[in-house]
Nanobody, 126 residues
């Protein structure tokens, strides 16, 4: 089992930045791909991005490229999502997730990820 706890959400003005953290515990998270998703009110949960075991590879949803950056510190069992130039449409609950492996096509699918955090709210005001 892997337990995930997100933090760092809050209220920010449009154009601002936030860095979300996801602290992992349980099994060695070095062996897991770590991903970020988000869910806006009334919408389905959508893929933001993923980082591989050693952080050698990251992949993002096309709409997230350029403003979102995922990184990880395996020594701290923590994954980060840096959100820059935030827009009101980025308002959502942001979730981190873990899976031992996912291919490029699989990572986008929420059903591929067995472990989830409880989420952290990000609200962007205009």
């Amino acid at each position: 089992q892997v337990q995930l706890v997100e933090s760092g959400g809050g209220l920010v003005q449009a154009g601002g930045s936030l860095r979300l953290s996801c602290a992992a515990s349980g099994r060695t998270v070095n062996n897991y791909y770590m991903g970020w998703f988000r869910q806006a009110p009334g919408k389905e949960r959508e893929f933001v991005g993923v980082v591989s075991w050693s952080a050698a590879t990251t992949s993002y949803a096309d709409s997230m490229k350029g403003r979102f950056t995922i990184s990880r510190d395996n020594a701290k069992n923590t994954v980060y999502l840096q959100n820059d130039n935030l827009k009101p449409e980025d308002t959502a609950v942001y979730y981190c997730a873990a899976v031992q492996y996912c291919s490029v096509d699989e990572c986008y699918q929420t059903t591929r990820w067995p472990y989830w955090g409880q989420g952290t709210q990000v609200t962007v005001s205009s």
